[in-house]
T-cell receptor, first 113, second 112 residues
């Protein structure tokens, strides 16, 4: 069965520090992978997506993610975090044989000055 | 361009009452979804639709019904609300299978 695991429930980083949010997935074929960000009281906004090709994908707001098939991972990174990056981050897998998406339980990011 | 609009944004119900949540999209997307979001559980799929007139069950469909009479609207109904249905409900759409979803801002529903 398809599943997405985000091992870190909550992460705290200092402003200006680098960030890596982990995502592991379970899927039989090559998945469609997404990272979304959710600010308080808002819906989810797409940060970036991976369908095929280059395994390092660039997104909005300076984020990037790397698809590693051998590790079944799609970790999100940012070289220098800004206070405005504080939010909830969700990794998701889209099934390429169906109409469903599978979400991780999210990682809450706190940024301290 | 409104994108995905959910109404209402907030609602408080008493146990046993019924209500309908509306999701409206102006992007001409075929696929529409209803999720619920609960603390520590991420998003769980309630029902979805692959086109006008179609609906299908997701992971947690019990206690909910849906209808997609018009392509732009996807309605989520609670026939007899229960406290366990207290949650934040999100509607999402996308244009085809390998495209990302677009989300509404959510409906915060409390059932007393």
């Amino acid at each position: 069965a398809q599943s997405v695991t985000q091992p870190d429930i909550h992460i705290t980083v200092s402003e200006g520090a680098s960030l890596e949010l982990r995502c592991n997935y379970s899927y039989g074929a090559t998945p469609y992978l997404f990272w979304y960000v959710q600010s308080p009281g808002q819906g989810l906004q797409l940060l970036l997506k991976y369908f095929s090709g280059d395994t390092l994908v660039q997104g909005i707001k300076g984020f990037e993610a790397e698809f590693k098939r051998s590790q079944s991972s799609f970790n999100l990174r940012k070289p220098s975090v800004h206070w405005s990056d504080a939010a909830e981050y969700f990794c998701a897998v889209g099934a390429n044989t169906g109409n469903q998406f599978y979400f991780g339980t999210g990682t809450s990011l706190t940024v301290i000055p | 361009n409104a994108g995905v609009t959910q109404t209402p944004k907030f609602r408080v119900l008493k146990t046993g009452q019924s209500m309908t949540l509306l999701c409206a999209q102006d992007m001409n997307h075929e696929y529409m979804y209803w999720y619920r979001q609960d603390p520590g559980m991420g998003l769980r799929l309630i029902h979805y639709s692959v086109g006008e007139g179609t609906t299908a069950k997701g992971e947690v469909p019990d206690g909910y019904n849906v209808s997609r009479l018009k392509k732009q609207n996807f309605l989520l109904g609670l026939e007899s609300a229960a406290p366990s249905q207290t949650s934040v409900y999100f509607c999402a759409t996308h244009s085809r299978l390998n495209q990302p979803q677009h989300f509404g801002d959510g409906t915060r529903l409390s059932i007393l």
